[in-house]
């Protein structure tokens, strides 16, 4: 029975959490051209801390990240992406990851599986 | 009044202006670039609309005009001879170039390449599924045998209750008349047939493509029930460093590894290593007979890949040792045990050289040659029981397609010759066969392609074998597109094999049966025939399918294993009477929501021969099969949770009749469900992933017939319906450092 009650408290504990930390979603329009580049910054993401999922829809160029306010927020995403060597809506990609991807996808040409 | 008429004037001019802006218009050519850099207009090019579907064909200069409703939107290019291109329009333009041939800089152009774990695609003639990496991975163990675990094509069967190896089946036809290939170079052939699905580790392979009946002649005279061909990883793709761990519950242990090395612009390389152990035996049905041998299987594969201007090569060597002891639990060669124990070893050393290279040519763009070169050598050395085989394999094999263009890219022809010199010396106890077979063949196909909409492929090929004379195998395939989200398929082809008994059916040497084998065996003559129709359609934006195909396969003469006149005898003879084969699949493979896949089918299997002098179903082939499967990866792609499921209905199984009441069994075997399941979890190098096979724990009762007794007459290990060693929990690792892309 002791345990039990400890094990609803540390339950409530987490529900109380949760409710401190916000979940919001931004989106944005990247310069991201293909699969290759889709990847590379979908990955990058889902690994940060804060993430909870990020997805580029290659149609529209459109990333979609869903993110915890207590760890993220869109300008630190903008500036994730940026450092991928991507345009991340009003944020300029950064130019040195920018020289160092696959040529294809700097020249927003083909990328070939 | 007068408002509202105004009114419906601006209302109508709002009306006509958007459907101004519904309908804009995008023009362009599509050019390829020759050797010398010169522009040339592609005509006959599909250029598809992927949000409206809307298709219109380049001219005969390469100019195209397509109306787009909604911006943005991508057109789909596709012209025969030409990766699928994408391209991506945001405005209204005019004057686009669409360059096929290049590697880089227009603006906005993708090759579509989407890796969707499995795929049927609908431009391919012939019926091609597609097995991706995605696929691949939800079964993580442990080599070919277990990829096809999640596929409703190819079945996968137990062989015997010594060996642990798998068989395949496909169209309910055993896998011997399934031809096997690596990049269309032949993999499982000869010697290698019983047990050469465990020397492939899962872990190499890139993907599988899967043919379903005949295949094209360029492969062969022995494709009858299907063409597998394997994609393993390449040398400019592949991960640079890839490490797997597996272990299981039957203390399995693995590793796999490979490293890429781009050296330059033309040369790349790739090494491989494989080694597995199985160090503990596990008696799990009690039987006194280990469930899997133990032992240990090493694989190395080392090769190179160079691409020039107008050549490229590939080529390296492959090896692979394996030595297993199997049978009762006592038994370990090289020990004198107190009371004699029926124990089994299975000795396989395999070495081979591969080499591909093809040509093209300056001044005719769609021209190629391919030549494919391989040597081989395969000992295999079996002990079970009193029973001894052993068998030596030394084999060349050529195949030199020449591939262009008659006039236009609508009409294509690949013409070429093959050779094939194998040297067979095989003993089965104290006789001794030797049997050297020189095989040469022309081939000659030809496509005709309207506009990728209807294809239709003639084939024939002409071999010529110093043991049986002339070998004419004719075929033909066909697709139309019935509507630009369905293909229809024929497919219809004669195809041979010549067996080679001892090493074909070598499991059922499980078994104290006698081998009565007809000394006159002729080769193997099938003609199969199928339909296969595949209709894609949208649920919530993604892309389902369902496919139905039904395929006939009629033989003019088969080898029959024929275990039903005797249960202590095993009959291997040329068919006298009718033997055929008629399959029916139907299957649905459906996305309902993002990141969640639903996969069924259906199967039925009408597989029939004389047996005993009685036209009677195929022994272990069930009539009926379900497949379920469903996946679910997470948005973050972080798990991925999978479970498969499979429903073996009722199989006939060979007469016992005439064995003592206690080794009976009974004349058909109980329906069973096999369900299993996986999860990963994927970090950015590493991923982890736990999974359980047989996880209703089916163990077939009494599996080994007079098992207390195995030197005994009555003694059978062979005749397995349903797994016998109940279920596995395995656990691994995938770690991986991606190449850097230039």
């Not at chain 2, 071999?463 to 004419?472: A, K, Q, S, T």
């Not at chain 2, 019935?482 to 078994?511: E, I």
């Not at chain 2, 299957?587 to 969640?596: N, T, V, W």
Request: hydrophobic residues 35%; charged residues 20%.
């Amino acid at each position: 029975m002791k345990y039990l009650i400890a094990l609803t408290m540390i339950l409530f504990l987490g529900i109380s959490n949760a409710q401190d930390e916000k979940v919001l979603t931004t989106k944005f329009k990247t310069s991201a051209v293909c699969e290759d580049c889709k990847e590379r910054i979908e990955n990058e993401l889902n690994y940060t801390k804060g993430v909870v999922f990020a997805e580029l829809d290659l149609d529209t160029k459109v990333l979609t990240v869903k993110y915890k306010t207590k760890y993220l927020n869109a300008e630190l995403i903008k500036g994730i992406v940026s450092k991928v060597g991507y345009d991340a809506g009003e944020v300029p990609r950064d130019p040195e990851a920018f020289e160092s991807l696959p040529k294809c996808c700097k020249s927003k040409g083909i990328c070939s599986k | 009044m007068k408002h509202i008429v105004k009114n419906a004037h601006v209302l109508m001019f709002y009306m006509m202006l958007s459907v101004v802006c519904q309908a804009q218009e995008i023009s362009g050519r599509i050019i390829s670039k020759n050797i010398d850099g010169q522009e040339e207009g592609i005509p006959a090019a599909k250029i598809t609309s992927s949000r409206t579907g809307e298709i219109v064909l380049s001219d005969s200069e390469g100019n195209f005009g397509i109306h787009i409703h909604d911006f943005p939107d991508t057109l789909l290019v596709k012209s025969v001879g030409y990766d699928l291109m994408a391209f991506a329009v945001t405005e209204p333009k005019s004057g686009l170039t669409i360059d096929l041939t290049s590697k880089n800089m227009l603006e906005g152009v993708v090759v579509y390449g989407e890796d969707l774990g499995k795929h049927i695609d609908l431009i391919d003639p012939f019926n091609v599924e597609k097995i991706g990496q995605d696929e691949l991975r939800k079964a993580a163990c442990c080599n070919l045998s277990e990829s096809f675990e999640t596929n409703a094509s190819v079945d996968v069967n137990i062989t015997d209750a010594v060996s642990g190896a798998k068989k395949i089946q496909m169209l309910g036809l055993d896998g011997i008349y399934t031809q096997f290939q690596w990049e269309n170079i032949p993999l499982i052939r000869g010697l290698s047939t019983s047990y050469g699905l465990s020397f492939t580790p899962g872990t190499w392979i890139e993907s599988i493509q899967i043919t379903k009946g005949t295949g094209s002649v360029i492969n062969g005279y022995e494709t009858m029930a299907g063409l597998i061909n394997l994609k393993l990883k390449q040398p400019k793709e592949s991960e640079k460093f890839y490490l797997n761990v597996y272990g299981n519950k039957f203390s399995r242990a693995e590793i796999n590894m490979h490293a890429a090395q781009k050296l330059s612009d033309k040369w790349a390389t790739m090494t491989f290593v494989h080694a597995s152990d199985q160090f503990l035996h596990t008696d799990n049905n009690k039987d006194g007979f280990r469930d899997n041998p133990i032992g240990f299987l090493g694989a190395v594969m080392h090769r190179w890949e160079y691409e020039g201007d107008n050549f490229e090569s590939r080529f390296g060597f492959k090896g692979t040792y394996s030595s297993k002891i199997g049978g009762q639990t006592g038994y370990l060669p090289g020990t004198i045990p107190d009371e004699p124990t029926w124990g089994a070893s299975f000795d396989t050393k395999h070495a081979e050289i591969f080499g591909k290279t093809g040509f093209f040519f300056k001044e005719r763009k769609h021209a190629s040659l391919g030549l494919i070169n391989q040597l081989k050598y395969h000992d295999m050395d079996n002990v079970l029981g009193n029973t001894h085989y052993h068998g030596t394999q030394k084999k060349y094999y050529f195949n030199g397609i020449y591939t262009d263009i008659l006039g236009n890219t609508n009409h294509t022809i690949k013409t070429g010759a093959s050779f094939i010199l194998d040297h067979y010396n095989q003993s089965y106890n104290d006789s001794t066969f030797l049997k050297t077979e020189i095989v040469p063949g022309v081939f000659a196909e030809y496509v005709y392609n309207r506009l990728d909409k209807l294809i239709l492929v003639f084939g024939a090929r002409g071999d010529y074998h110093n043991l049986y004379g002339p070998l004419v195998s004719p075929r033909f395939h066909a697709k139309w597109n019935v509507n630009p989200k369905s293909a229809l398929r024929l497919s219809v082809g004669r195809g041979f094999r010549v067996p080679n008994p001892y090493a074909d059916y070598a499991s059922l040497m499980a078994s104290n049966r006698q081998w009565i084998v007809d000394p006159n065996i002729q080769p193997e003559d099938a003609v199969s025939s199928g339909i296969t129709y595949v209709q894609k359609f949208l649920l919530n934006d993604q892309v389902s399918t369902i496919s139905v195909d039904y395929f006939y396969t009629f033989f003019l003469n088969q080898l029959i294993t024929d275990m039903d006149v005797d249960p202590q005898e095993l009959h291997i003879y040329n068919s006298t009477g009718q033997s055929y084969s008629h399959s029916l699949q139907v299957e649905l493979s459906l996305k309902p929501f993002k990141g969640f896949e639903f996969r069924s089918a259906f199967k039925f299997f009408d597989v029939r021969a004389e047996f005993n002098g009685q036209l009677q179903q195929k022994a272990f082939v069930p009539k009926f099969r379900v497949l379920l499967n469903s996946g679910y990866t997470t948005r973050n792609k972080k798990w991925n949770f999978d479970v498969t499921a499979n429903w073996v209905g009722k199989k006939r199984l060979p007469s016992t009749a005439q064995n003592p009441v206690w080794y009976r069994r009974n004349t058909e075997s109980i329906d069973y469900w096999l369900l299993n399941s996986q999860i990963s979890y994927n970090l950015k190098k590493i991923s982890f992933y736990i999974g359980g096979e047989n996880l209703l724990n089916v163990i077939q009762p009494n599996a080994i017939i007079a098992a207390d007794d195995p030197f005994g007459s009555y003694f059978d290990a062979t005749q397995i319906w349903a797994p016998i060693s109940g279920f596995n929990i395995y656990a691994g690792l995938h770690f991986s450092i991606k190449q850097k892309k230039h």
